[in-house]
Every structure is written in structure tokens, then in C-alpha cells.
């Protein structure tokens, strides 16, 4: 099949919320067609780049699903159907991903901040973060702050990453940087953050040392970053 075409039944069936082939969609008929599953392996198989999967069908049609959950077309059951499709591609995807024998670029800690389970943008930005030779370390969502500043100490952790996805939570990313300039650890450590209603006035505001509005943006920065 050629490549465009893939991508785009891939992005249609994750809007659709359809995993694998025996599953329903919201139209009609679908039913035994190649979902996300199948069309995903397809595109490995193809030797379609990776890089492309993520950005042109994975993120881009979550992005769509976001929309159309916020004007009410979709309800939450639908949006976690595609969700669920995006997280098995990232599995089938992530070896592709992570460049085999790569030295790695130093340890990179990344969490979703306390009171947040938003955790979608964060695992695309893990999985992109290994592929591109970090050591990623994920303590998940929902993370208390004294746990995200204690594992910057543990590991030495030249980078911090730090996601929010609610206006609410997004403060609390200021509450890290302060735990890190108390417990002495602020100098030592990058703090990228990201998420939806985060952006670069908000980094300025809180201290944080970059934003990025996606995965890919995060590893160009990183590179004028090295320690
Ligand atoms: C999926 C989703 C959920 C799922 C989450 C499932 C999961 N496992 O993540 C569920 C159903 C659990 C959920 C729950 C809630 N949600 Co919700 N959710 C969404 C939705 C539709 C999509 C988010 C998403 O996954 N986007 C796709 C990913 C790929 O994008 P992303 O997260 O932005 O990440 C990219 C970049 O931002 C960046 N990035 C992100 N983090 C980081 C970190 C670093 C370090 C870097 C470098 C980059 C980076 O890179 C990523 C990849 O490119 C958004 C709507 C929207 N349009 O965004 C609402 C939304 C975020 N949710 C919202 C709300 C209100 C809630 C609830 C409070 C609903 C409720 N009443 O219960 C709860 C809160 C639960 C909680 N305590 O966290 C609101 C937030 C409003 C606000 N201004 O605060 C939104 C905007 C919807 C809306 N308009 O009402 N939600």
C-alpha cells in the first residue's frame, strides 16, 4: 500500500478507536478491516520511517480526537478507545524507535506532576527521548513532588522533564523547581517542561529552562543543551 495511505488509515482507525481488525467503529461496516494493530505492523513491514508513524498518524490524529472530545462529539469511553490505540502502536513502535548500541546521551527523568494522570504526551515524549539515546527514567503520573526531586538525587540526573496537562497541575511544576533550589540540586539539572496549556512565558514565570510544545522539539533542545 502506498505510504500516505497507510499513514492516513492509521490515523483514521485510531480516531475510530479501533485496535485490531474484528473491531467495531463509529461507522458503519468497518468490522474485519485492518485496524491500528495491523495497519501499524503493515507500515513496519513497508519500512515506513518510524519518526513518520508517530507524528503524521499517532499525535496528529490524538489531536483531532482532543477536539473533537471538547465540543462533545466524543464522549471519554471514545477518546481512551484511541488513546488505547496510540499506546499498542508506541509498543509495536518503541524498538524501531530506540537506536540499538547507541551510547547513551545521559539520564533523563520524566514524570507527570502530582494530581495530574494525564500520561499520553508523557510516554510519546519517553519513547522518543530512548529512541533518541537517553536513558529515560518514568516514574509515571500522579508522581508527589518530593518523589520527583528525590529521584533527580538518586540518579544524578542531568535532565528533568516534567508534563501537565491540567491548569491546575501546571503550577505544581513551580513547587518542583523550588524543592530543587532547596534541596540544593537546581544548578545541577536541565528542567524541560510540556503539556498542553504549559508554553515559553509560563517556563520563564516558573524557572524552568525550556518548553516544548512536542517529543520532537524536545530532542532539538536537548542537543544545544548537552552537559
Ligand atoms: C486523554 C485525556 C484524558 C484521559 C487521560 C488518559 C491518559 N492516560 O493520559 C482521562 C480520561 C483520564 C482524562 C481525565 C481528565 N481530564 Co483530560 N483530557 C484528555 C485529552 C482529550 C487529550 C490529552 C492527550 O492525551 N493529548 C494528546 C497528547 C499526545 O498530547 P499532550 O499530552 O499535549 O503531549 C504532547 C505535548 O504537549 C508535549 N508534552 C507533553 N508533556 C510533555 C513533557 C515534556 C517534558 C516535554 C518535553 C513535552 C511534553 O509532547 C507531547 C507529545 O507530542 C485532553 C484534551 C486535549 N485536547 O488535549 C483532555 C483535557 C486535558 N482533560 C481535561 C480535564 C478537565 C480532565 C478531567 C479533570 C476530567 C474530569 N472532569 O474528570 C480529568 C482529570 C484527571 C486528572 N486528575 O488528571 C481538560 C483540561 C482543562 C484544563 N484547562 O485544565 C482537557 C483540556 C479537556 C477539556 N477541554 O476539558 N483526560
Known sequence: MDQQILLEKIAFNVMQGRLEAEDEGFDEGLEGKPAVTELVKEAIRDGVDP??????ALTGSMEVVGEKFESGEYLI??????????????????????????ETKGKFIISTVK????????????????????EVIDLGADVPTDRIVGAVKEHQAPYLGLSA???TTMRVMGDVIEKLKEEGVRESVKV???????SKEFADQIGA????KDA????????????
Open 51 to 56: 519518526k513518520s508513524i508517530v507524528l503524521e
Open 115 to 134: 494530581g495530574d494522570l494525564h500520561d499520553i504526551g508523557k510516554n510519546i515524549v519517553s519513547i522518543m527521548l530512548k529512541g533518541a539515546g537517553y
Open 216 to 227: 520532537f522539539e524536545a530532542t532539538n533542545i536537548l542537543k544545544t543543551m548537552a552537559h
Open 209 to 212: 529552562d525550556a518548553h516544548c
Open 77 to 102: 469511553p471514545d477518546m481512551l478507545a484511541s488513546a488505547e490505540c496510540v499506546g499498542v502502536a508506541m509498543d509495536l513502535l518503541s524498538p524501531y524507535l530506540l537506536k540499538a548500541g547507541v
Open 165 to 167: 496537562l491540567l491548569t
Open 192 to 198: 524541560l517542561i510540556g503539556g498542553a496549556p504549559t
